[in-house]
């Protein structure tokens, strides 16, 4: 079936430390977000990427959609980076996102 | 400033006692949706519309009404909420059907 997977479940950074998250997708996308949901449950919206490379700050995200996978990179982490990253990917085009289970990140000072 | 809105963002009701959540937006989007959000289940989509009067259901329809009169407006109605209903919901808004979707700032509803 349909699935988002992502991985790593759990990261703990020092501060100043770089990441990378993965997201692998089943099929073929019509659309790909990646999200960051803080401490307090919002849902910031930090790229809309069904293929290429985007970059905004400390942040950048790339999509490959013939290999189905994306990835998301944070350098010089800091302490407010902390929280969960979701992958959401709309398959059939209606913009109905399937999340991935996400990536909890505490970076510690 | 450009946004979706959500109210109440904290509700606590009691079994069979309906309720409306309100979600507005004010970036004239076309498309806009539901979302709940449960631990060890993720995000789920519940209904979504492509425009005024066009509704349709997601993944987890059942015991939600959804309607959209105005293109900025899509309430969220619960007629007899039950405890399984307890949860998270989002609601979300894009211009188009693929397109960044923009998520209100959530609904914390506890059904006792």
């Known amino acids: 079936g349909i699935q988002v997977e992502q991985s790593p479940p759990d990261l703990i950074l020092q501060e100043g430390a770089n990441s990378t998250l993965r997201c692998n997708f089943s099929?073929?996308?019509?659309?790909l977000q990646w999200f960051h949901q803080n401490p307090w449950g919002q849902l910031i919206n930090l790229f809309y990427?069904?293929?290429g490379t985007k970059q905004n700050g400390r942040l950048s995200a790339t999509t490959v959609a013939t290999e189905r996978y994306s990835l998301l990179y944070i350098s010089s982490s800091q302490t407010t980076d902390s929280g969960v990253y979701f992958c959401?990917?709309?398959?059939?085009?209606?913009?109905?996102?399937?999340f991935g289970a996400g990536t909890r990140l505490a970076v510690h000072p | 400033e450009a946004q979706v809105t959500q109210n109440p963002r904290y509700l606590i009701t009691v079994t069979g006692k309906k309720l409306t959540v309100t979600c507005s937006q004010n970036?004239?989007?076309?498309?806009m949706s539901w979302y709940r959000q449960d631990p060890g289940l993720g995000l789920r989509q519940i209904y979504y519309?492509?425009?005024?009067?066009?509704?349709d259901k997601g993944d987890v329809p059942e015991g939600y009404k959804v309607s959209r009169k105005e293109k900025r407006n899509f309430p969220l109605i619960l007629e007899s909420p039950s405890p399984n209903q307890t949860s998270l919901y989002f609601c979300?808004?894009?211009?188009?059907?693929?397109?960044?979707?923009?998520f209100g700032p959530g609904t914390r509803l506890t059904v006792l």
């Open positions: 519309s492509m425009n005024v009067e066009v509704t």
């Open positions: 099929d073929s996308v019509n659309n």
């Open positions: 990427i069904p293929s």
């Open positions: 970036m004239n989007h076309e498309y």
């Open positions: 979300a808004s894009s211009y188009l059907t693929t397109d960044t979707q923009y």
């Open positions: 959401a990917v709309d398959f059939g085009g209606y913009n109905k996102l399937i």
